[in-house]
């Protein structure tokens, strides 16, 4: 293949799967999936009751695995009976979102019919409010990773399939998600009622903040609040994952020979060095400029 | 107490019913599938996913008697493990076994999972009383899984064909992914303290019924299988198994509201 076509292959790619990060994430803030779930299912024990959504339906590598693998199946059964690619892939997201949305409603509702002790409601609208949007996420994030996955598997002509590749790749956006975005989420908005910075003491566990700027707060507030920056931050790590990995074997393509092969795997080598560094650099500027935790003079007092 | 305990769970149904309804439940399909469609025609194929619900149902309930004793977010772990084993019995026993082949991976996958089961206990000392059993019921269950869909998508478990049609062409993974969490899904949607046994069940249901609508979608491009008549049996059940979930849902949780605010102080106490 031309180095051209594949540099715009790649770009395409990067492209998509920056959006199918972002929209990853925000999906997963909608229903507090994945870590912040430990919270909002802690919530009610502790006497909170709350009107937010518990997606519980796993970590958020095999629920996008799922979806992926569904939509890549569905897609790829498509395209053998000559239904045109854009078709096969919007109808597989289509369908993959479709059975995203019950695994959604029936976490809702057995967590919260579980919690029955602790008087946790099960609230119809918050399924009927949070569910189309959970939907709505994940038809973007399964129709880009199915976007990422056809080019792979036709313009660059990777030996695996399509269904597996797009169950390799949502295993990938999930852990990416997960990594990145449920930071934004979990640490700060679940606990804004508390300092900033301050870590999460035990006698607050389950205290998050169940009322909003109007209203009792919901997950469709949190996604907007993720959006400002969880979502987006996690679409560029997934995007700058599948860009560089990607990237190094486009421009030093191993097939012109085993030479070029290894300097591919040497260019790997350095962009993971410069991540590294970089990445030490900033944890030791943000530590300089904000510091250690300070005690409040309260805590000052008991502890003298 | 179930979930997030540390205790046995409360059965209505023996389990012991449930490995019975599993193992049979699962074979019976399986085979049924294979001989029926050669006898009455490809559109029989969907007798593998029914096959292939029972090993779900067993599973979940399954990991729903081993994570009870405290395993919370293991929860998922532990039906990626079921697979996992099930994969490898399950290719082990159709390519060697022939027509016996689902019985020997069956047969297989009860020793991987109980070496898993015994690692688990002897080595990593989680000291889980029932780590053994579960482990070898989770391990076949994601075998009969495996086996049961595969059936669905190709009407036969000749290995040469479900390697054609399934592994080569990457719908192994789908069947993994959804069956794992067809297994896993039931108990960790409904993990809490008032968590019951015939509502996880049903939901069990309701998700094995999609696994067997994605088998349906398969199966209705390979020669050997039927799909309609799988995608049509799926959503019916499908549709027993949410309505039944919510039954149970509505009988079992505090309240069930169309709108409202929080329960008040007064409530709570």
């Not at chain 1, 169940?210 to 920056?229: P, Q, V």
């Amino acid at each position: 293949m031309e180095p051209l076509t594949g540099m715009g292959v790649l770009a395409l790619m990067g492209a998509a799967a920056t959006i199918a990060g972002a929209s990853e994430d925000l999906e997963s803030d909608v229903g507090s999936q994945s870590n912040p779930n430990s919270q909002v299912q802690l919530a009610p024990q502790m006497m909170y009751p709350h009107r937010i959504h518990s997606k519980a339906v796993s970590g958020e590598p095999p629920s996008n695995a799922l979806m992926c693998a569904i939509g890549g199946t569905t897609a790829s059964v498509l395209v053998s009976t000559g239904a045109s690619a854009a078709l096969a892939l919007a109808i597989g997201a289509i369908v993959a979102a479709t059975i995203h949305g019950t695994y959604a409603a029936t976490s809702y509702l057995g967590r919260s019919a579980s919690q029955k002790r602790f008087k946790q409601p099960v609230y119809l609208d918050v399924m009927r409010s949070h569910i189309p949007v959970i939907m709505g996420y994940s038809f973007i994030t399964t129709f880009c990773i199915l976007v990422v996955s056809y080019l792979m598997a036709t313009v660059l002509a990777h030996p695996f399939p399509l269904p597996l590749l797009a169950f390799i790749w949502g295993i990938t956006v999930g852990a990416v998600g997960s990594s990145t975005g449920d930071v934004h989420y979990g640490a700060e908005r679940q606990f804004q009622n508390v300092e900033y910075g301050s870590g999460l003491n035990a006698a607050n566990s389950g205290n998050i903040v169940r009322k909003a700027e109007s209203g009792l707060r919901n997950g469709i507030d949190n996604s907007w609040f993720c959006a400002k920056f969880g979502g987006p931050v996690t679409g560029l790590a997934f995007g700058m994952t599948v860009f560089l990995s990607g990237w190094i074997t486009a421009v030093f393509d191993p097939s012109r020979g085993d030479a070029i092969g290894w300097v591919s795997v040497i260019a790997g080598v350095i962009i993971v060095l410069i991540l590294i560094l970089w990445n030490r650099n900033i944890e030791v500027a943000a530590r300089k400029a904000y510091g250690t935790y300070k005690e409040d003079e309260n805590e000052a007092e008991v502890a003298a | 107490m179930s979930a997030g305990g540390s205790g046995a769970a409360a059965e209505a149904i023996p389990q012991n019913n449930i490995i019975a309804f599993g193992v049979a439940g699962g074979l019976i399909g399986i085979y049924a599938a294979y001989f029926l469609v050669d006898i009455a025609g490809q559109y029989m194929s969907f007798i593998g996913a029914l096959g292939a619900i029972c090993g779900m149902i067993w599973g979940a309930a399954a990991v729903r008697r081993v994570a009870s004793y405290g395993l919370g977010t293991g929860v998922p772990s532990i039906g990626m493990l079921a697979l996992g084993m099930g994969v490898l019995a399950a290719t082990f026993g159709l390519a060697v076994g022939g027509i016996a082949g689902p019985v020997l991976a069956v047969i297989s996958a009860a020793i991987i999972g109980l070496m898993v089961g015994i690692l688990a206990n002897k080595v990593l000392k989680m000291g889980i009383p029932i780590m053994e059993v579960s482990m070898t019921e989770i391990a076949t269950a994601g075998t009969i899984t495996i086996v049961g869909l595969a059936v669905a998508m190709t009407g036969t478990f000749d290995f040469a064909v479900i390697l054609e049609q399934v592994i080569t062409t990457g719908y192994i993974a789908v069947i993994f992914i959804a069956g794992g969490l067809a297994i896993l899904h039931p108990f960790n949607a409904n993990l809490g303290p008032d968590e019951k046994q015939d509502r996880t069940l049903m939901c069990g249901l309701e998700k094995g019924a999609i696994t067997m609508i994605i088998a349906g979608i398969v199966a209705s491009v390979n020669e050997g299988a039927s799909g309609a008549l799988t995608i049509l049996i799926g959503l019916a059940l499908w549709y027993i198994g949410f309505s039944g979930y919510y039954d149970r849902v509505k009988r079992d949780a505090y309240d069930v509201v169309g709108s409202g605010l929080l329960p008040s102080k007064e409530e709570l106490e």
